[in-house]
């Protein structure tokens, strides 16, 4: 069975930073696209960012290129959001997201990935 565990996350003023993990057991995480996702209340779920398995390619929405940044240690099993200069409108529940990496479908539709973390909640503060 597959768990993905998330960490980080929390109350950060407006401009700072934060740093998301997301810990991968019970497949090989080298075979996984990874993604992260968020929703605010209220709205619906967004895309955020995407890595592939081979880890050479990456995807970001345009609300948070150049601020976000996805990574990943395939020797801890780990995908990670770095997130910099974050602004009000960055506050939600975010939520990593695998997929094996032959499953087909788009990076930022979320039905294509099968498996999610248990969610983090980011409040950016004024």
């Known amino acids: 069975q597959v768990e993905l565990v998330q960490s980080g996350g929390g109350l950060v003023q407006a401009g700072g930073s934060l740093r998301l993990s997301c810990t991968v057991s019970g497949r090989a995480f080298s075979s996984l696209h990874m993604a992260w996702f968020r929703q605010a209340t209220g709205k619906e779920q967004e895309f955020v960012a995407a890595i592939e398995w081979s880890n050479t390619d990456t995807y970001y929405s345009d609300s948070v290129k150049g601020r976000f940044i996805i990574s990943r240690d395939n020797t801890e099993n780990t995908v990670f959001l770095q997130m910099t200069e974050l602004k009000r409108e960055d506050t939600a529940v975010y939520y990593c997201?695998?997929?094996?990496?032959?499953?087909?479908?788009?990076?930022?539709?979320?039905?294509?990935?099968?498996?999610w973390g248990q969610g983090t909640q980011v409040t950016v503060s004024l």
């Open positions: 997201a695998a997929k094996n990496h032959a499953a087909g479908g788009a990076p930022h539709i979320p039905p294509v990935y099968r498996y």
